[in-house]
């Protein structure tokens, strides 16, 4: 069972502005990952975060940054807004070989 | 790079049907291997996993073996109930060097069951 929860679950911006999404893990899980899902398709892994540093990164433009804070959670900030940033964004912690465990993700539409 | 190739679908059954939902994988190293299931507006749980070779991973009466000599986790069902149906993404998780543990997704099957 889940203990991932994000939010807000849903979210609209206009172009060209800035957005700050969270998300707090599962107890005992120290490896928070981001990931955008666009519409019909799979998840696509935007960053990493392991004990409050960023442990590896996807194919996204720096203005997609992150935090990890000491008790794990963590937030996903986007900077200069686009269109096509219109997506679901998912969190997901996790812990070695166990799977990871993802939020209920939050709904960006840009406009 | 590591990759996952899944069926298209919609794949559409009367409840009771037998499924089959294909993947296979394209990976340098020995990944683990995971189907997740998003039903409408939620987002992703873990429906099963596999972490080597020959291992069968199962819950809720779904099963998928992990198969290193075919790169293949099909998932499957005997029986299928119209609670099913949802979108089905198979994954791959391998540690890259820099000990990034990043799941790549398939791009999801979605299955209709029909009473």
């Known amino acids: 069972e889940t203990g991932v929860t994000q939010s807000p679950t849903h979210l609209i911006k206009t172009r060209g502005q800035q957005v700050t999404l969270r998300c707090s893990s599962q107890?005992?899980?120290?490896?928070v990952s981001w990931y955008q899902q666009a519409l019909g398709q799979g998840p696509q892994f935007i960053f990493q975060y392991y004990r409050e540093e960023e442990n590896g990164r996807g194919n996204f433009p720096p203005r997609f940054s992150g935090l990890q804070f000491p008790n794990y959670s963590s937030e996903l900030n986007v900077n200069a807004l686009e269109l096509d940033d219109s997506a679901l964004y998912l969190c997901?912690?996790?812990?070695?070989?166990?799977?990871?465990?993802f939020g209920q993700g939050t709904r960006l539409t840009v406009v | 790079g590591d990759s996952v190739t899944q069926m298209e679908g919609p794949v559409t059954l009367s409840e009771e049907a037998f499924l089959t939902i294909n993947c296979t994988y394209t990976?340098?190293?020995?990944?683990?291997l995971f189907w997740y299931v998003q039903y409408p507006g939620e987002g992703l749980q873990l429906l099963l996993k596999?972490?080597?070779?020959?291992d069968k991973g199962s819950n809720k009466g779904f099963e998928a073996t992990y198969r290193k000599e075919t790169t293949s986790f099909h998932l499957e069902k005997g029986s299928v109930q119209v609670s099913d149906s949802a979108v089905y993404f198979c994954a791959l998780s391998s540690y890259n060097l820099d000990n990034t543990d990043k799941l790549i997704f398939g791009t999801g099957t979605r299955l209709q069951v029909f009473p």
């Open positions: 990976a340098t190293g020995y990944p683990s």
């Open positions: 107890s005992g899980h120290n490896t």
């Open positions: 596999a972490t080597k070779a020959d």
């Open positions: 997901a912690s996790s812990a070695r070989d166990r799977g990871a465990f």
